[in-house]
Nanobody
Framework: QVQLAESGGGSVQAGGSLRLSCAASGYTVSSNCMAWFRQAPGKGREGLAFIGRYANTNYADSVKGRFTISTDNAKNTLYLQMNSLKPEDTAMYYC???????????????????WGQGTQVTVSS
């Protein structure tokens, strides 16, 4: 069965950086579409970025130019590099995986059938 485990969250000041990691087991990161989502209290999950088998990436407007999604296939790990963090980035961050090689839309949360437990990111002003 697929298991995803996020790490790397924490508290930083506005303008700082964090790199989140998502270690996968029972699943090949390089072969499938994966994505990062976040959820703040009282809000739904927001899709942030996806990456497919052929590195077809896409980013939400709220993070474009600041966040970068990538994989380390040798380590079977997904990453999210977050730069220029803002207080509004404060949320629980989740990685998620699909059964498909290509990514279609972050809004199609039904396609993401495996989820990690989340890692908290807090950005202070």
């Amino acid at each position: 069965q697929v298991q995803l485990a996020e790490s790397g969250g924490g508290s930083v000041q506005a303008g700082g950086s964090l790199r989140l990691s998502c270690a996968a087991s029972g699943y090949t990161v390089s072969s499938n579409c994966m994505a990062w989502f976040r959820q703040a209290p009282g809000k739904g999950r927001e899709g942030l970025a996806f990456i497919g088998r052929y590195a077809n990436t896409n980013y939400a407007d709220s993070v474009k130019g600041r966040f970068t999604i990538s994989t380390d296939n040798a380590k079977n790990t997904l990453y999210l590099q977050m730069n220029s963090l803002k207080p509004e980035d404060t949320a629980m961050y989740y990685c998620a995986a699909t059964r498909y090689s290509y990514c279609y839309a972050l809004s199609r949360t039904d396609l993401y059938t495996a989820w990690g437990q989340g890692t908290q990111v807090t950005v202070s002003s």
